[in-house]
């Protein structure tokens, strides 16, 4: 009985001795560097009402969930955010953060402090379940680098430079009272097609449309469509001529709400990247709004005319 209690008595001490050489704290640090533009970083990373860098989901502006697991945030500001979770017993500190590197380029930095139990033997066990700790706040941090090195999960649109291929186009506008309906743009849409077989011409690509506000209560509508070769103008339908030049394209999905937050998105990237442009955006009219009238299933191309 003496030595049995001899030896759990060694085992205990040789526990507290190995506990006493393992550090009560546990730092690691690692850099990205990502692809984006600094105001674009920081447009984002900074509207911490809506994270949608974070992999997780978020219960409100202190409480981040990944995986189940609880972030409470300490700090958020424009660059970086500081938050406290706890991992299988281990009380970790995760900090993310934002610096300039290049015109068009970021240092993302991750700081990750694990802080263990003064109990030696909770200590003993947390310092093994170490590595799995550290590979779930790498994974979190992977989430953030990919996340920000993609332009399409920064602005929501896939966003590509092209160049212009329709130059000769006919076109209408009209002065509404009200915002343009789709029983009005496809009135317009409808009245171009006509002339066109009039005139023995033929269509290229999709109806192209631009609204636009001219007063207090009062929106301009212009619909044109690219023709296979110029055609003669009238009073009624004008002659537009594109430049076969650059120009930023996207496709949103959905309605006039989905249109309007992408345009929104394209000026930002036409900002953050410093881009000018000679004429104005213009959508494309790839569903027909006419036949399908479930929103959430229109395309509609998102064309925005830029210099290089």
Known sequence: MKKIILFLVSIVA????????????YQTSTTNSVNIAPDAAFRTFGNYKNP??????????????????IFKVKSYQLNNAHFSTVYKGITILYTV??????????????????????????KLIQRIQLPTAEKYMNELFQHTATFFSDAKYVY?????????????????KDIFDHYPTTTDIYKQVAEIK?????????????????????????????VAIATEKELPGTNRFNVKKMVLGNILFAVATGGLSAI?????????????????????????????????????????????????
């Open 156 to 172: 929501g649109l896939q966003i590509t430079k092209q160049k212009v291929k329709d130059s000769a186009l006919i076109s209408v």
């Open 260 to 308: 309007k937050e992408g345009e929104k998105q394209m000026e930002y990237y036409v900002f953050d990247y410093r881009k000018s442009s000679p004429a104005i955006p213009f959508q494309s009219l790839i569903t027909d709004r006419s036949a399908e009238p479930d929103t959430t299933k229109w395309q509609t191309g998102l064309h925005y005319p830029i210099f290089r």
């Open 14 to 25: 040789i526990i507290v001795l190995v506990s006493f050489f393992i550090p009560a704290a």
């Open 194 to 222: 006509k002339y066109i077989q009039t005139q023995q011409g033929k269509e290229v690509n999709y109806p192209f449309l631009n609204i636009r506000k001219t007063d207090s209560i009062h929106f301009e509508s212009m």
């Open 52 to 69: 949608k860098w974070w992999p997780g989901t978020v219960t409100n502006d202190t409480i981040f969930v990944y995986k189940e697991n």
């Open 97 to 122: 953060s934002f610096v300039q590197q290049g015109s068009n380029q970021m240092q993302l930095l991750k700081v990750i402090e694990f802080e263990l139990s003064t109990n030696p033997f909770k």
